[in-house]
């Protein structure tokens, strides 16, 4: 066998394995990413809280709309549960009864962002401007102050959390995307949770979905039939590993 040969061989099998472990290493964190299971290097951010309870936080993002807010508030009295609303400013703005409502039944409030924009793409000036009118708007609309926050599409960079830092504010992602912005039906969101969950959990959801409204009972159930605690975000956060209790979050309310 000529030399040449024996080398383009050696370079197709060279080759093919490097393909190979790209495939593993690519579907690896394309599992990461769906999942979201994971503790962030950043510190200060919640994926996720450590705790060996069987605890897990429900929150709710309100961007577009009044949605199916009412609806899920009435939900969540019917069955008991307490959760954390992240609301952008614009949203407050517009919707501010719907947002008093919320904290009047015994909810958390978290920021959102003001516009809901991507912050990463936003100059210095932008992102600032952006803290700024969403801690305004929480303000006059409420008479409220927060230490929680979670950017736009839970997308941040330094830049972000250091301005978050700055207000005061412990930013929270999630672990668990509930799925109902993503065309699952009911059933198939209640799969996933029940496939997903884990202690210390941060469960995803929106005020404007319709498939959340029809999910959130069986949702509830099935966790609660699994010994899980549902709670807003700073109590799942109080019962997390003493190396997370040294972030401490307050809500001040004035109303």
């Known amino acids: 066998m000529k030399r040449e040969v024996r080398i383009a061989r050696r370079k197709k099998r060279f080759l093919a394995l490097a393909l190979i472990v790209l495939f593993i290493l690519g579907f690896l964190l394309h ?10 290097a950043a510190e200060g951010v919640y994926y996720r809280v ?56 015994g909810h958390e409030i978290g920021l959102h962002g003001y516009e809901h924009k991507l912050l990463t793409e936003m100059s210095d000036e932008e992102l600032e401007a952006d803290f700024v009118k ?53 059933d198939e969101m209640v799969r996933q949770i029940r496939k997903k969950i884990h202690n210390g959990a941060i469960i995803m959801f929106h005020t404007h979905s319709s498939q959340s409204v029809k999910a959130l009972p069986v949702i509830i159930q099935t966790l609660r039939q699994n010994g899980y605690e549902i709670l807003p975000f700073t109590a799942l956060q109080q019962k997390g590993f003493a190396k997370e209790e040294a972030y401490e979050i307050q809500l001040f309310s004035g109303i």
Do not use: M
């Open 31 to 40: 599992r990461q990413v769906i999942n979201s299971v994971y503790n962030p």
């Open 50 to 105: 450590e705790t060996d309870e069987k605890s897990v936080a429900f929150t709710f993002e309100a961007v577009w709309g009044a949605g199916k807010t009412a609806e899920i508030l009435n939900l969540l009295d019917r069955h008991n549960v307490q959760a954390t609303f992240f609301l952008s400013g614009q949203w407050l703005r517009k919707y501010a009864d719907l947002a008093r409502g919320i904290v009047l039944r």
């Open 134 to 186: 969403a801690k305004e708007a929480l303000q006059e609309e409420l008479a409220l102050e927060t230490r929680l926050y979670r950017p736009p599409y839970g997308e941040f960079d330094s830049r972000v959390l250091h301005q978050a830092q700055g207000c005061g504010l412990t930013t929270v992602i999630w672990s668990i995307n509930a799925g109902d912005l993503t065309g699952l039906t009911y």
